[in-house]
């Protein structure tokens, strides 16, 4: 059992649907993380939140709306989506402070199971 | 431009073999963290090791070993006397930058996915 749980686990869903992710993360952690797993590509990095403020965005396209409410929860809206957003969505969060000066991105970030989900 | 390689796609060993994978990696930075996760079929990655720029020393923990090489710019990582259970992808990653240029940002590698056979 990881300290950052994810829901749903599995998510089918239309083109013109709206949905959500959920990522809740019990380790006391400032950093949160969206990945997204597609076959055959790296993990890439969507967005990342610290002390619920957005410090980085990797170009992702509007149509995935992130939402970080406190450091302990972190959303990922959907909506309008493609066939090639369906992936393996992972959410994780690290200890680092990234407001610091001398912050290090050093801490390793712990993942959930993640939501696998397919674009009909 | 940081990257992160990993150019073994699959690795398939029979049960106790020794098995290394491979890691390369490219930063500009002198300061940088590089990490090995796993990838069970369940999906969740699993923390394994972090290492430093400035810590050359090779790491053994139980079956699973490290080696860091500034020079050639690798991180490989060895398990030995390999077990089915070690059966999931293995990611490489880098995070590089320091301070107020460090968005915590993880460049992983392909990943290779390692299959023990019993």
């Known amino acids: 059992e990881t300290g950052v749980t994810q829901t749903p686990r599995h998510l089918v869903m239309g083109m013109t649907n709206k949905k959500s992710l959920k990522c809740e993360q019990h380790?006391?952690?400032?950093?949160m993380y969206w990945y997204k797993q597609s076959a055959k590509k790296p993990l890439e990095l969507m967005f990342v939140?610290?002390?619920?403020?957005?410090?980085e965005n990797n170009s992702v396209p509007s149509r995935f709306s992130p939402e970080c409410p406190n450091s302990s929860h972190l959303f990922l809206h959907l909506h309008t989506l493609q066939p090639e957003d369906s992936a393996l969505y992972l959410c994780?969060?690290?200890?680092?402070?990234?407001?610091?000066?001398?912050?290090?991105?050093?801490?390793?970030?712990?993942f959930g199971d993640g939501t696998r989900l397919s674009i009909l | 431009a940081q990257k992160v390689t990993q150019a073994q796609t699959e690795i398939s060993v029979v049960e106790k073999e020794d098995v290394t994978l491979d890691c390369v990696y490219e930063?500009?930075?002198?300061?940088?963290?590089l990490f090995w996760y796993k990838q069970p079929p369940s999906g969740e990655l699993v923390f394994l090791i972090r290492?430093?720029?400035?810590?050359?020393q090779n790491e053994i923990s139980g079956r699973y070993s490290w080696n860091f090489q500034k020079s050639t710019s690798s991180f490989n990582f060895t398990i030995t006397a390999s077990q089915v259970v070690d059966s999931a992808v293995y990611f490489c990653?880098?995070?590089?930058?320091?301070?107020?240029?460090?968005?915590?940002?993880?460049?992983f590698g392909q990943g290779t996915t390692l299959q023990v056979k019993p």
């Open positions: 994780a969060s690290s200890q680092d402070d990234l407001r610091l000066l001398d912050a290090r991105g050093d801490q390793p970030q712990h």
């Open positions: 380790l006391g952690h400032n950093a």
């Open positions: 939140y610290n002390f619920k403020e957005q410090t």
């Open positions: 930063t500009r930075d002198t300061t940088y963290y």
């Open positions: 290492r430093n720029s400035f810590d050359e």
């Open positions: 990653a880098l995070s590089e930058g320091h301070g107020s240029s460090n968005t915590g940002k993880l460049i």
